[in-house]
């Protein structure tokens, strides 16, 4: 598993490529998330479409990097979820405390709009 890291203003945009799961791939997104939000991120976008499976661990990540990000007014996105990243949001309830959208520009606005 690998992960792409790329900024736009205060957007980290992470897209992760492969399973996000217990161990070394969790690791690598934590790493990523912790990288972007270290480096002064207000907000994390994980762009989705690339991931095939993600555990309670992969999710806990991102639901650790909301935690970090909240107290200044910053969100996580999931833009373009996989099929199976979607199914796992909506099954989960967890949809409702990422901003999701269709594709990146969708949830780039709306991440705009985060007041904090």
């Given amino acids: 598993m ?3 890291a790329r900024r736009l203003g205060p ?3 992470l897209t992760p490529d492969g399973s996000v799961t217990i161990g070394e ?3 690598i997104f934590r790493v990523a998330i912790d990288a972007a939000i270290d480096g ?3 907000h994390v976008l994980v762009e989705g479409s690339r991931i095939r499976y993600i555990d ?8 650790s990097a909301l935690r970090r990000l909240m107290p200044a007014g910053g969100r996580v996105g999931i833009a373009a ?3 199976k990243l979607r199914d796992i949001l909506e099954i989960t309830g967890l949809a409702a405390i990422f901003v999701v959208g269709d594709d ?3 949830v780039l606005r709306k991440l705009s709009e985060t007041k904090g």
């Fill in 81 to 83: 979820p996989s099929p």
């Fill in 25 to 27: 791939s969790a690791e």
């Fill in 40 to 42: 002064g991120a207000r």
């Fill in 104 to 106: 990146e520009g969708a």
């Fill in 56 to 63: 309670s661990t992969g999710m806990g990540e991102m639901i």
């Fill in 2 to 4: 690998k992960v792409e």
């Fill in 11 to 13: 957007v980290a945009v």
